[in-house]
């Protein structure tokens, strides 16, 4: 549906819940904090952006891949609407979220010159799997061949890519491997996106060995929070706002200065943001359930980097 800034402001005043599109102070280092798109994706891109700007947020990491907020067959024409509908609310398209894993896969050329047009700098990658029946090792050389035929494309297209360590079995689950299969690649053009809450999940007292040894690697973060819980007599893992989980923040952001770690941040809220009954309710209903949550976040994320002294 249609969408304008002056109807979205309108409608946030209606609520009493109208904020300065940039209220939040930002820390003596600039820190940007891009939010990751693909819990939002039922609204259109210029509701997404105006949702973003009134949270305080700097950017929008929009996922494109196979049901994202844009289609690898379509990038070509709608990643430049999801840019301009960014830069109409004031915020920046640093990041990206894909599923390439291979220069030469279908749509991983032109989602790569598309995202350079529009001036992205990151692009997440997908995961790889171990293959079965191999040594773990070998599996890692072969996904090292992959990352260096992709580094060959960034470079002629001046774009970063970045590997996400991601809780489970796949490559990057426990760091350690992520860093033997990225070691000898430049980090110029190819890097490592540091997830610290998944980092948390498969090393709960380990993480900062981890953090330190892929550290001269990264070029994004990540960040998120999760707990454990009991349900049924088995303990699951539940996502969480920032702070009100097992994520040792303070921890973190003391060893992301002890590093000397600067980089774009995407803000990831993955746990619940609207009811099965809030899924229900008109679009401007729902805007103003999922924005409180959302500024929270922001805020809290802020608080975090102030107080660490970043």
Not at 47 to 54: D, S, Y
Not at 173 to 191: C, F, H, N, S
Not at 216 to 221: A, E, G, K, P, Y
Request: glycine content about 8%; aromatic content about 8%; overall charge positive.
């Amino acid at each position: 549906m249609p969408h304008t800034r002056r109807k979205f402001i309108r409608n946030m005043a209606v609520a009493g819940a109208v904020w300065p599109l940039r209220s939040f102070a930002l820390p003596a280092k600039d820190w940007e904090v891009h939010c990751f798109s693909k819990p939002f994706q039922w609204m259109d891109y210029n509701l997404l952006c105006e949702t973003f700007a009134a949270a305080g947020l700097q950017g929008v990491d929009y996922p494109v891949r196979p049901g994202g907020h844009v289609l690898p067959e379509k990038v070509a024409a709608d990643l430049p609407k999801a840019a301009a509908a960014a830069r109409r609310a004031g915020l920046k398209t640093t990041l990206m979220t894909t599923a390439i894993l291979d220069a030469a896969e279908p749509h991983a050329a032109a989602i790569l010159k598309a995202a350079a047009g529009v001036g992205i700098r990151y692009y997440r990658l997908g995961w790889f799997d171990y293959q079965k029946g191999k040594p773990l090792q070998d599996s890692l050389q072969r996904c090292n061949g992959q990352l260096k035929g992709l580094d060959r494309l960034n470079r002629q297209l001046g774009i970063h890519s970045s590997y996400q360590n991601h809780a489970g079995v796949k490559v990057g689950g426990p760091v350690w491997d992520l860093y033997e299969m990225i070691k000898d690649i430049d980090p110029a053009y190819t890097g490592v996106q540091y997830d610290i809450r998944h980092a948390t999940v498969e090393g709960a007292n380990s993480w900062p060995l981890g953090l330190e040894l892929v550290s001269r690697h990264i070029n994004t973060l990540v960040i998120k929070d999760v707990k454990w819980v009991e349900r049924n007599g088995k303990y699951v893992l539940e996502n969480t706002p920032l702070g009100e989980g097992m994520v040792n923040f303070p921890a973190f952001f003391k060893k992301v200065k002890e590093l000397n770690i600067h980089a774009p941040i995407s803000l990831h809220l993955e746990y619940e943001l609207l009811t099965k009954q809030e899924e229900a309710l008109p679009a401007a209903q729902k805007q103003r359930i999922v924005l409180e949550k959302l500024r929270k976040d922001v805020q809290a994320l802020r608080g975090m980097l102030a107080a660490a002294g970043l």
